[in-house]
C-alpha cells in the first residue's frame, strides 16, 4: 500500500440513513398507528386493559410464526405448522379430558408428537428429494383429517385449569403471562441466530445449500433439525393455543397460517431487513393487531382483519423494495 | 451453385464471401480485446475459427450475434448488405445466422419436438397439430440420416444426440430464415465437441457436411486442431486479439496451426528461484469420478502443482474430487490421514486439512447477500466464541485484518460480498480458506473473471502460502497463470494425465503445445488408440 491511501482497518463503514430508516420503519409506522387509534377513540384505545388483551392474545401467533422462521432462513417452506398446532391442541384436550391423563403428560406428549411430525415432514423432504412445500402440504392436510377424526369434529373443552392459569389467567405486570413465553422464544431465537454457529449455519444453508456444502456444513443434518424444530415450537403453540380457552376447536387454528407467513415476510422488513429475524417479526405481530384492534373500535365489520393482514404485507414489502432499489429478493 | 476454387491463403474479397466482418474492434473498458479483425466466410464453406482462451474468438462470435457492440469503424456485410452496429440479435436471425452454443441451450426435461418448438415462431393460426410437427421433425432428421425419436425426453438422449437436437433446430431455424428460402445460411457452432467423445465426434461431423451439401456455411469454434484438420475448408487463427492467419486447410500442416496459435513470443516473466521442496505431503491414488479417469500423483509440501488440459479433458474434476465435492473414487492421504474419495463428504475432508476454493464464486464459493464478515468468518465461528456466544467484535476485526492482508477494496465488512468485483470477492474468499491453514488447498480457476492487479495479489498471496509449506493444487486453462505459479504442470487428455512438466518446461508455451497434444510422440495414437477399444 502506498502511503498516500488509507489503512483500510481504519476505514469505518459509512453508516447510511435510508438503512436506518428502513431498519426503524415499521417501529415508526407502529407509534404512529398508536398515536392516530389514541386521537381518534382515546377512551377505548388508551386503556391498559386495550394494551393487555393485545399483548396476550397474540401469543400464539407469534409462536407459530416463529416456529416457521427457522425453516423460512434454511430455505424451507413448514406449510404443516398451523395443522401441527392444531392437531397438537386437540391432542391434549382428548388426552387429558376424555383419557384422563394428567396435564403434564399430555403437554409432553403433545410436543413429543410435533417433534415426530417434524421428523416425518424431514425425512419425507430429504430422503425422496422432494420440495419442502408440497410435503408439508400434505403431511399438514392429512393432519388436520386426524384432528376432525379424533375430535369426532367437536369442541373439545373442560382442559385442565393448570394449563389455562399458566396461560392467560396468571398476570405479570397485567400482561398475561403467554405473552412473556412469545417474548422469550423470540430473544432465545435471537440469540441463536445471531451469536451461535448453529444460526450461521442455519443461514448458509438457506442462502447458498451448496455454499455451505462446499464449506463443510452437513446440509441435510441442518434442514432437519429446522423441520423438526417448527415443528416443536407449532406444537408449543398448540399447547398455548389449548390453554387460551381450556378447550380445543379442530378448525379454526388453521386460518393462522397466513397471518403467520405474513408476519414472518413483514418481520423480514425491518431490524434486520432483507432477513427474517424474530424480534422482528414479534414487531410486525404486534403491529398487525394494533391496526385491526384500532380499526375494530372504530367500527369496522371482522372482515378488516383479512383487509389489514393482507394490505400491510403488500404495501410493507413493496415500500422496503423500493428503499433497496427494486433489487430481486433473497430469502433463500 | 458452384464451390469456388480456394484462393491462396490470406484474406482477399472473394465472389462467394457471403459474410465479410471487417476491421472489428471491440473493447472492455481500457481494454482492447479485438484489434481490427478481418474474416471472411464463402458459400457452402466449413471455416475453423481457431485460438488460445482470451485470444478473442469468442468476443468475435458475440459479436457477429449482436451481443456485444463493436467500436465504431468495425463493419459487418452480409450477403452483400452492410449492416448498422451494433448487431441486431433477432435481424441477424431472420436473416439466416443460427447459433449453437456449448452448452446447446435445451431443456433436458422436456422432449425433443417441444425444445425444437420453442424457437420456432412461425404463426399456427389453429394451433400446434402435433402429429405433422412430430412427422415434420422425423423427416428433418432423416434429411440427415438421423433416427430421434421426437417424443423422446432430451435428458434420455446421449450427449451427441443432444448435440444432434441443437444442431438440427439452429438448422431448421436456418430454413425458415430469409436466406433459408433460397438454400443458404450460416451456423455457427461454439466448442460444441468438448464433451464428446472421438466417435461421436466423427459423427457430429458427418451431420456438419451433410449441413453444408445442402448449401449453407458453417463457422465451428474449437480447441481442437486435429477436428478443424478433418472437417474444415479454411482456418482463421486468432491470437492476442488479432487475426494472425487464415488458413487453407488442405495446405496447412498441424504444425502450422499449432505454432501460429502459439505464435514465437516466449513469456518474459521469470519466477523467482527457490529451493524445490522435498518433503511428501499429500498423494493420490487411482483418483476417478466425473471426466477424470484416473489420476495418481505425490505432491511435496509447499509445492504448487497446475492441473490442465483442454475443456472437458478430465483436469477440472480433480479440486473437486479430492475435496469430496463431486463423487468419485480413489485414495488421498493427507499428511498422516487416509480418506476414502468415495466416503468423503466436504465436513471430513475439511477436518483433514484440504480446502477448495471453487471456481463458481457465487454459486459455490460465497453467498452474494451476506456480508463480507459474515463469509469470511464463516469457518473460522469456532475461534469467535467469547462469553454467551459468537462476538460480533472479534468476527469483525478478524474480516478487518483480512481486508487488509489482502487489500479488498472497498474496504467494508459490512458491504454484501455480492457488490464487490470479482476479483476482490477472490480475496476474501481465499484469505477465508487461508485462515484456516489448510494442508492441502485446492483451486479450480482461481483468477477467471478477476482484473489484473488483484490476480498479482492473488498469486502472492498462494505464493506466500506455499513457501510457508501449504500444498497447493490448481485446476486451470490459463496458461499463463500456471506458468507464473506452478512447480509442476500435469497436463491431461482424454480423462488422463498425459504429461507432466517441470523446471524450465513450464512455460506457456510448453503448456499450449502440452495441451493441444503436440510435442508427444504417442499424439498420432491417441485418437486411433481409442477407436481400437470402440
Known sequence: MTAGTTNPTAAKPRRSWTKEMERFALLGAWAVLIAVFALAVPDTFLTWRTFSAMFGSQAVLVVLALAILVPLTAGDFDLSAANVLVFTAMLVAVTNVQLGLPIGLSIVLALGIGALIGAINAFFVLFFRIHSLIITLGVGTFLQGLTLWMSQSRTISGISMELVQLVVIQRLVGIPLAFYYGLALALIMWWVLEYTIAGRKLLFVGRGREVARLNGVKVDRVRAMALVTSSTLAAIAGVLYAGMTGSADPNSGSSLLLPAFAAAFLGATTLYPGRFNPLGTLLSVYFLITGITGLTMLGADAYVQSLFYGGALVVAVSLSQLVRGRQPQSFG | ?534
Not at chain 2, 480456394?6 to 465472389?15: E, M, Q, Y
Not at chain 2, 448449401?215 to 479454411?234: F, K, M, Q
Open chain 2, 1 to 534: 451453385m458452384n464451390v469456388e476454387p480456394l484462393s491462396p491463403p490470406g484474406v482477399t474479397t472473394h465472389d462467394a464471401d457471403i459474410l465479410r466482418m471487417s476491421h472489428i474492434r471491440m473493447k472492455f473498458g481500457p481494454v482492447e480485446v479485438l484489434k481490427d479483425v478481418t474474416l471472411t466466410l464463402r458459400r457452402k464453406e466449413i471455416l475453423g475459427l481457431l485460438g488460445a482462451n482470451g485470444s478473442g474468438k469468442s468476443t468475435l462470435i458475440k459479436v457477429l450475434a449482436g451481443f456485444n457492440s463493436p467500436e465504431p469503424g468495425s463493419v459487418v456485410r452480409l450477403w452483400g448488405e452492410e449492416l448498422p452496429l451494433p448487431l441486431d440479435a433477432g435481424r441477424i436471425r431472420q436473416m439466416g445466422v443460427a447459433f449453437v452454443h456449448q452448452h446447446l441451450a435445451l431443456v433436458p426435461s422436456l422432449s425433443v419436438i417441444d425444445n425444437m418448438l420453442i424457437s420456432d415462431t412461425s404463426l399456427r393460426p389453429y394451433g400446434i397439430n402435433w402429429g405433422k410437427e412430430r412427422r415434420r421433425i422425423s423427416a428433418l432428421m432423416a434429411e440427415f440420416g438421423l433416427t430421434i425419436d421426437p417424443d423422446a425426453m432430451v435428458g434420455s438422449l446421449s450427449p451427441v444426440e443432444r448435440a444432434f437436437v441443437a444442431i438440427v433446430r439452429a438448422f431448421a431455424e436456418l430454413r425458415r430464415s430469409d436466406a433459408g428460402r433460397g438454400g443458404e445460411g450460416i451456423l455457427v457452432l461454439d466448442e460444441p465437441t468438448p464433451f464428446l467423445s472421438v466417435a461421436d465426434v466423427d459423427k457430429l461431423f458427418t451431420l456438419l457436411r451433410g449441413i453444408r451439401a445442402t448449401g449453407a456455411s458453417v463457422i465451428i469454434v474449437t480447441h481442437d486442431i486435429d477436428e478443424v484438420l478433418s472437417l474444415t475448408n479454411r482456418v482463421a487463427v486468432m491470437r492476442d486479439g488479432r487475426l494472425a492467419a487464415m488458413l487453407n486447410t488442405q495446405d496447412t500442416s498441424r504444425q502450422q496451426i499449432l505454432d501460429t496459435i502459439v505464435g514465437r513470443a516466449i513469456s518474459a516473466y521469470e519466477r523467482a528461484a527457490k529451493t524445490a521442496p522435498t518433503q511428501p505431503n499429500v498423494t493420490i491414488k487411482g483418483l476417478s469420478g466425473g471426466r477424470c479417469k484416473g489420476f495418481d500423483a505425490t505432491l511435496k509440501k509447499g509445492e504448487i502443482l497446475g492441473v490442465t488440459g483442454l475443456i472437458g479433458s478430465g483436469f477440472a474434476d480433480v479440486p473437486y474430487l479430492l475435496f469430496g465435492a463431486t463423487p468419485g473414487q480413489g485414495q488421498i492421504t493427507v499428511g498422516k490421514t487416509q480418506l476414502d474419495a468415495a466416503h468423503l463428504p466436504p465436513a471430513k475432508a475439511h477436518g483433514a486439512g484440504i480446502a477448495l476454493l471453487p471456481g463458481d464464486r457465487m454459486g459455490q464459493g460465497g453467498v452474494a447477500t451476506l456480508s463480507v464478515t459474515e463469509n469470511a468468518t464463516f469457518l473460522a465461528l469456532p475461534r469467535m466464541r467469547h462469553g454467551l456466544g459468537l462476538s460480533h467484535a472479534m468476527m469483525t476485526r478478524a474480516t478487518n485484518a483480512l481486508i487488509a492482508a489482502h487489500d479488498v477494496r472497498p474496504a467494508n465488512s459490512s458491504a454484501d460480498l455480492g457488490n464487490l468485483s470479482g476479483g476482490n470477492q477472490q480475496k476474501v474468499l481465499l484469505g477465508k480458506w487461508l485462515a484456516e491453514e489448510p494442508q492441502l488447498l485446492c483451486l479450480d480457476e482461481p483468477t477467471q473473471g478477476v482484473d489484473y492487479g488483484a490476480r498479482q495479489q492473488i498469486f502472492a498471496a498462494l505464493d506466500q502460502a506455499a513457501a510457508r509449506g501449504m500444498t497447493i493444487l490448481i485446476a486451470s486453462t490459463d496458461h499463463e497463470q500456471l506458468a507464473q505459479l506452478c512447480d509442476r504442470v500435469i497436463v491431461f487428455r482424454r480423462g488422463v494425465p498425459i504429461q507432466e512438466l517441470g523446471g524450465a518446461e513450464v512455460a506457456k508455451e510448453k503448456i499450449a503445445r502440452a495441451c493441444l497434444g503436440s510435442d508427444l510422440p504417442q499424439n498420432n495414437d491417441v485418437p486411433q488408440d481409442t477407436e481400437v477399444f470402440a
